[in-house]
């Protein structure tokens, strides 16, 4: 099916599922699915999560266009119903994905203003689209002085020391949760504690992820070096905020999705379900899992596309601390079906920037096997899990338990910085998952 076909596509029956940044549910859009998925008889029920992203629009049309398929795909006695999970989460606009025009920004700049477009990637300049979103996404008139004074900085530049150690303070202050939030307990998947770039060096952290950026970019700037930190200084700026996404994603997914999907098992018995998340969407449908009631035996299958956190995450023993595991080791037995992780050696986004995103202060490996220690699940598949397969797209997939998939086949579009993280909208990631759940095709 070509792009503005899908697009256009209505699937049906479709509802949707909004949550806020504690995990507390729309009642009555939860109300709605559970008594529309009895009333349209829906044999299998998929729900899918985003992962960063704009707003609703850009959420909704991801969810046209991965699901248009399913509808060709289903064999007879199968029918589907769709399901879109929202949350609070923020994509920086100047990240290009691949088939997608730019989500609108969601406030017009006024007028005389900066124009609500994006900046380019290699602008450390904060747009009037990002700090509009940045100000949704961190509500309030504190963060609204932080978001000023970031903006301010960004566009200063400042060839002074102390104003990048101030900014690093601003990053890190707008990032933090409250000392009573239960989000505390989702910060990370392996119990290790805040990465090094909430904790180090302001400079050495900008001059670090500078050096990605450059590379990713393929070009050397024109401006002194000092200068060019800004542009580190931006993507701590995007990497911290992603933390707080990844942190937040966790927390929906336990307190919110986990406890919704037991009403279901419990509303609509007989009901196959099947999650997919993208992103850190994939690591809120894995928490849900966690936070499902442990009678519930819905769901048969996830598919955790592109997934942005550890791939020790389900992990029974660490490999570099034996004496822990990952923070959702065991929860695939929630699943009455395969666990499945799309990957990508093609996703920039997980495989440059989020080892250096994630990696701990003070640990003693340095930079010495980063990626193997501090990898994504989305840039090469599952670790440390006992019994855990690797298999080619389109091969066949186990019964049960974890399984890795090699998706760069297909997902391997985009540019700098995130890659083909996003690029997920194809005919060959509906077949996986028609083919983890078990769905009899036409």
């Not at 199968?78 to 399901?83: F, K």
């Not at 995450?313 to 079906?337: I, K, M, N, T």
């Not at 298999?391 to 890659?419: F, H, K, T, Y």
Request: glycine share 10%.
């Amino acid at each position: 099916m070509s792009a503005d076909r899908q697009d256009h596509a209505v699937v049906e029956p479709y509802w949707e599922l909004t949550f806020d940044a504690d995990g507390d549910v729309d009642a009555a859009q939860r109300d709605r699915l559970l008594s529309g998925a009895e009333r349209e008889r829906v044999t299998d029920l998929l729900v899918f999560a985003h992962g960063w992203n704009n707003d609703q629009r850009m959420a909704r049309q991801l969810y046209r266009r991965f699901f248009a398929p399913f509808e060709q795909l289903a064999g007879a006695g199968v029918r589907l119903g769709y399901a879109g999970v929202f949350w609070p989460s923020i994509r920086f606009p100047d990240e290009p994905i691949p088939d997608f025009e730019p989500s609108a920004a969601p406030t017009a700049a006024a007028p005389g203003s900066p124009s609500a477009a994006p900046a380019p990637a290699d602008d450390p300049a904060l747009d009037r689209a990002t700090r509009d979103l940045l100000a949704h996404t961190f509500p309030g008139p504190q963060q609204a002085a932080r978001l000023d004074r970031i903006a301010g900085l960004l566009q200063e530049r400042a060839e002074v020391r102390s104003r990048l150690d101030e900014f690093g303070r601003l990053v890190r202050d707008l990032v933090a949760v409250r000392d009573t939030s239960p989000a505390h307990e989702f910060a990370d998947d392996l119990g290790a504690g805040e990465p090094a770039m909430l904790t180090d060096d302001a400079v050495e952290v900008c001059e670090i992820f500078l050096a990605m950026l450059e590379d990713a970019h393929g070009a050397q700037f024109l401006d002194g070096v000092r200068k060019r930190l800004w542009r580190g200084a931006k993507e701590l700026l995007r990497q911290g905020t992603y933390y707080a996404m990844k942190r937040r994603a966790g927390a929906i997914g336990q307190l919110g999705l986990g406890p919704a999907l037991g009403l279901l098992a419990g509303d609509v018995p007989g009901l196959r379900v099947h999650l997919i998340g993208h992103s850190f969407g994939a690591r809120l449908i894995s928490y849900g899992l966690r936070g499902m009631p442990a009678r519930a035996r819905c769901v048969k299958s996830a598919m955790l596309l592109q997934g942005a956190f550890s791939h020790y995450a389900f992990s029974p023993r660490l490999p570099h601390d034996r004496s822990r595991g990952g923070a959702l080791a065991g929860v695939e037995r929630r699943v009455d079906g395969p666990l499945v992780c799309c990957f990508s050696r093609h996703d920039d986004a997980l495989g440059k920037l989020y080892p250096l995103a994630s990696k701990l202060a003070g640990d003693s490996a340095g930079f010495l096997n980063l990626w193997e220690r501090w990898g994504a699940l989305g840039f090469d598949g599952f670790k440390a899990v006992d019994g855990a397969q690797r298999v080619a797209l389109g091969g066949a997939l186990p019964a049960r338990g974890c399984v890795s998939v090699d998706a760069a086949a297909v997902v391997r579009r985009g540019g700098p910085p995130n890659g083909a993280h996003s690029d997920i909208c194809h005919a060959e990631l509906a077949h996986a998952v028609c083919a983890a759940g078990r769905i009899a095709l036409a």
